[in-house]
């Protein structure tokens, strides 16, 4: 038995197949998800997602959203998501070091958080891209 995954941003649908396990960033921590879960609706906080698909993991940075679990069907709305196999690694790992700066020079409240954000951000799509390069 598998779960059925759909992952959907405002303007496209990221991912739409069946997966044996999925690992999500929930604003409380990692969550895992097999199949016959209790049903769940989640908030999801910056992060990564990995996928099982037929014995193989992927992962894909998510830029926060919800996650509603019934039966076994798992339905993730993001605000935008990455596959890892579309993120240019040297371009996360210079996204990654530019938004460090950026957050270490901020002043203010307001560019703190703006900082803080695009720093979480470039993290997920950093660390899509290195859990896929260990998973894979």
Do not use: C, Y
Not at 40 to 48: E, S
Not at 72 to 95: F, G, M
Not at 105 to 129: C, H, M, P, T
């Amino acid at each position: 038995m598998a779960l059925n995954i759909r992952v959907m941003a405002p303007n496209r649908i990221v991912w739409n197949s069946e997966a044996q396990e999925i690992i999500l960033s929930t604003n409380s921590g990692q969550i895992g998800i097999l199949p016959n879960h209790a049903p769940l609706l989640t908030a999801l906080d910056i992060g990564i997602m990995r996928i099982l698909v037929n014995g193989q993991w992927t992962s894909m940075a998510l830029m926060g959203g919800f996650a509603l679990v019934d039966n076994n069907q798992l339905t993730i709305l993001v605000n935008e998501a990455e596959k890892a196999s579309e993120i240019d690694p040297k371009e996360a790992e210079n996204n990654f070091e530019l938004a460090k700066q950026n957050l270490a020079a901020a002043e203010g409240r307001k560019q703190i958080i703006e900082a803080n954000l695009s720093f979480q951000r470039a993290k997920a799509r950093l660390d899509a891209v290195n859990a896929s390069s260990r998973l894979g």
